[in-house]
């Protein structure tokens, strides 16, 4: 599925005292299959953006287009099964008295049946890795767990497109790296994954392409090479360095993720 | 992103902002009692003119102050719905078979919703003008004296600053929990009203749940910081009681007083 | 296994100091703090790091009274928290991890006044301490804002704030920057980073680049102190970084790999440097 928004605005609170503009004109498209990263600090509107992937916000004006058709003449309900969101801390939101009870909740509301409810529960929790969890109480699961648990919820739709609200959010750096391999997996069944973080090191490793917000806007689009070379003191670590010795070793190239950065830093110092 | 709600703290610049929360808090009281006192129309009328001065003094816009009538008018029309429709006094305006409309009754009827209105009206100055720490305190000192009667006037006071704290966070809370079941397809509007509590259900459950945890981990915080209950604790904000704040409470009374007399 | 509780003492008695500690929870099969010893110096700035559920939360509890150890003593400033938790409390402030749940006012003010008040302190030295306070978490303007309208970063320097007014010689930070974004992050570090040569400072976190300037660093496994160490003898043991589910930040770890010091260099151009001054010479990493 193709996921575009053009020229989105968004304004909380209009014509009241309160009145924000979270968003100003911003265009993006999320390709079949793809991991899009969006970046930007706080006030950003990195949030809001991702409520109006599946219509949660109505754009004050622009459209979201899924495969090239308004999302506002879809089925509200088809809409949010084929764009999963995922919130940030999603724990906050477990509910039912055991994690398959929870899994099962979105399932249920698309009207299937109890045997396919089930099938789905079983299918999430294992593809987050957490098959062991399903008869514990939510309530009294670790920071990670109810995390994966939360995530299975979502995935239990079986989501075309799966947009993650900074995933990784307080929790441990182990946890943390394993969270990011089951999101790159996912990508092996064929949905494309929006991940929104603040982490610029974590998107470096699984975007191949990133959006970069600031202020409402979008200010940088392409990939994470393109991104961050061009302004590498707002760059993960690896560009930082790679880019401070571009200067007297160009031949150094333009690497973004751990290992390729690595080789390329082993070979300099080698020669 | 919260948009006012009934009563809720207006913060701007007036005498009435400036006044002893404590004055305020008795004004307040006073004023309820005085207008179950007023048994006229007019003395109504009066007292009611008096509050608009009042909310004008305030600088609250009156397009803000409006806004907080609204959750009452349906309470207000209701009432004067059955004024009108049970009361035989007076002469008749519309007969129609059972169905007839006199003119006591629309009189009664208005007294009714004025009072309604000057009630709300008055309490929801009061939280307008006043911070709601300062309310806390000012709460806490009145009901002081009955500390000997071991009435837990400062915990009372403690807990309402906590909850005035929380408030707008839990509001936010809500809202975004609300989000993610609706991202999982939850649907709230859907069905008759036992359907719709239901499906409040994935909501509340959270919610629940996740202030208990707020209250645990605010209590850890608390003692951490030294908290052990009113004994031996000073105060940070000070209320000091003048003569404005005197002259305000004589006003007050002598409005009321004009009014009974009407 | 490290030789537990090896400091350096700096003179005079310690800040803290804990002998065979022990510690389960009501109902728990295996304790969550078992036999642990060490000390704290004045002015020491130590970290705490290790997995989940290893007791490094525990510990922060136990040694501000919240709650008592089931075997061994804790002392700080020769107060023992389990019999005297007000006094040690005067003595002794927790950061904790949740910005949002440390925050008991309405207002900014009023919050940091909160332990102040509860100490009973008259108030016109409120006033100036409160003032103070605020000033040196870079807070000056944002006394009547209230909290729902602050960022992460913000809630917790305002933590930090009601933390420093009532002026403890010891700060316990409980994973202060876990729940921030990158520049909440960068905020509350960069002060906590100038209390460091006035205070005591014991830092339980997951993110080792926070440690490097740290004296040492305590590991906490299974309830049991397995290493008491200086930083770069931590981050250069991948077997201990591996046996307690350490992650190396990506500089050091980058570093590491490269066969240069992790702890030594700290930014992306002091690696740069490093880098090019190992090209230059020619030599060849190990």
Redo the contacts between chains.
């Keep these: 599925m193709k996921l575009e928004l053009r020229d989105v605005s968004y304004v909380y609170a209009p014509g009241t005292p309160f009145e924000v503009e979270a968003l100003r004109g911003v265009s993006l498209v999320v390709e079949q299959g793809e991991v899009l990263g969006i970046v930007g600090g706080t006030g950003s509107g990195k949030s809001t953006l991702v409520q109006h992937m599946n219509l949660l916000l109505i754009p004050t004006s622009g459209d979201v287009l899924v495969d090239n058709v308004d999302a506002r003449t879809l089925k509200k309900s088809d809409l949010r099964r084929r764009v999963g969101l995922v919130f940030q801390f999603p724990e906050a939101a477990l509910f039912a008295p055991t994690v398959e009870e929870d899994v099962a909740f979105a399932p249920r509301q698309l009207g299937l049946g109890e045997a396919e409810v089930r099938e789905r529960v079983i299918e999430s929790l294992r593809a987050v890795g957490a098959g062991e969890l399903s008869a514990r109480s939510p309530f009294a699961l670790s920071g990670g767990e109810k995390r994966r648990a939360a995530i299975a919820g979502v995935l239990a739709m079986k989501p075309e497109v799966l947009v993650l609200d900074e995933p990784t959010a307080g929790l441990d750096p182990a946890t943390r790296r394993e969270l990011l391999a089951l999101i790159l997996g996912l990508r092996q069944t064929g949905i494309s994954v929006v991940l929104v973080s603040h982490d610029l090191d974590e998107v470096a490793e699984v975007a191949d392409r990133i959006c970069a917000l600031h202020e409402g806007r979008v200010s940088a689009t392409g990939t994470p090479a393109e991104l961050f070379y061009t302004d590498p003191a707002q760059a993960p670590v690896t560009v930082r360095v790679a880019s401070l010795l571009r200067a007297s070793k160009p031949g150094i190239g333009t690497p973004v993720r751990f290992e390729e950065t690595l080789q390329a830093l082993r070979a300099l110092q080698g020669g | 992103m919260t948009s006012r709600t009934l009563g809720q703290f207006y913060p701007v610049a007036s005498p009435v902002h400036a006044l002893d929360p404590r004055a305020k808090i008795l004004a307040a009281a006073v004023f309820v009692v005085g207008l179950f006192l007023v048994d006229s129309t007019v003395g109504l009328l009066f007292v009611a003119a008096a509050l608009v001065a009042l909310v004008g003094v305030s600088r609250i816009p009156a397009g803000t102050f409006v806004r907080f009538m609204r959750p009452v008018l349906f309470i207000i029309a209701l009432t004067v719905f059955f004024q009108v429709l049970f009361s035989r006094e007076g002469s008749t305006l519309i007969a129609w078979g059972y169905f007839e409309v006199h003119t006591g009754g629309l009189r009664l009827g208005f007294f009714l919703a004025l009072r309604i209105l000057l009630l709300v009206s008055s309490a929801g100055l009061l939280t307008a003008t006043t911070a709601p720490v300062a309310l806390a305190d000012g709460i806490e000192d009145l009901l002081s004296p009955l500390k000997r009667v071991r009435f837990p006037a400062h915990e009372v006071a403690m807990m309402m600053t906590i909850a005035l704290r929380f408030i707008p966070t839990l509001g936010q809370e809500a809202e975004k929990i609300r989000g993610a079941q609706a991202a999982r397809g939850a649907d709230f509007s859907e069905g008759g009203p036992l359907r719709r509590a239901r499906s409040l259900v994935p909501v509340l459950v959270p919610l629940t749940v996740g202030a208990f945890r707020r209250a645990d981990e605010l209590a850890e915080a608390m003692e951490s910081r030294g908290y052990r209950g009113g004994e031996g604790r000073t105060r940070y904000r000070e209320l000091i009681f003048g003569k404005g704040d005197a002259l305000a409470l004589i006003v007050t009374v002598l409005i009321l007083l004009v009014g009974i007399l009407l | 296994m490290q030789n537990p509780g090896e400091g350096t003492h700096r003179g005079g008695s310690l800040a803290v100091s804990c002998q065979k500690v022990s510690f389960s929870y009501p109902g728990s099969a295996r304790p969550a703090l078992s036999d642990v010893s060490f000390e704290l110096s004045p002015g020491e700035y130590v970290g705490v790091v290790g997995?989940?559920?290893g007791g490094k939360s525990t510990l922060v509890?136990l040694l501000?009274g919240?709650l008592k150890p089931v075997s061994g003593r804790v002392l700080v400033s020769n107060h023992d928290p389990a019999t005297e938790?007000?006094e040690v409390?005067?003595h002794l402030?927790?950061l904790?991890q949740?910005p949002?749940?440390?925050?008991?006012?309405?207002?900014v003010?009023?919050d940091v006044?909160?332990?102040?008040?509860?100490?009973?302190?008259?108030?016109e030295e409120?006033?100036s301490r409160?003032a103070g306070a605020i000033r040196a978490v870079g807070l000056a303007g944002y006394e009547?804002r209230?909290?729902?309208t602050l960022?992460?970063g913000e809630k917790q320097r305002v933590?930090l704030a009601?933390?420093l007014a009532?002026e403890p010689e010891i700060l316990v930070l409980d994973e202060p920057t876990?729940?921030l974004?990158?520049?909440?992050r960068r905020e509350v570090l960069e002060h906590l980073h100038a209390l460091r040569s006035q205070k005591t400072v014991l830092h339980v976190t997951?993110?080792l680049e926070e440690l490097t300037g740290a004296d040492r660093i305590l590991v906490l496994n299974g309830g049991e102190l397995s290493a008491d160490l200086e930083p770069e003898r931590l981050l250069s043991d991948a077997e201990l970084l591996r046996e307690n589910?350490?992650?190396l930040?990506?500089?050091p770890?980058?570093a590491l790999?490269?066969g240069l010091p992790p702890a030594k260099l700290r930014t992306?151009?002091e690696?740069?440097a490093a880098?090019?001054a190992?090209?230059e010479s020619g030599t060849?990493?190990r």
Excluded: C, T
């Design positions: 997995p989940n559920g509890r501000n919240l938790p007000f409390r005067k402030g927790v904790f949740n949002e749940n440390g925050l008991v006012a309405p207002f003010e009023d006044a909160f332990g102040l008040e509860n100490l009973g302190v008259p108030r409120m006033q409160v009547r209230e909290p729902d960022s992460g933590a009601g933390l009532v876990s729940m974004d990158a520049a909440g997951h993110h589910r350490l992650m930040p990506v500089l770890r980058l790999e490269l992306p151009e690696l740069a880098i090019l190992a090209a060849r990493a």
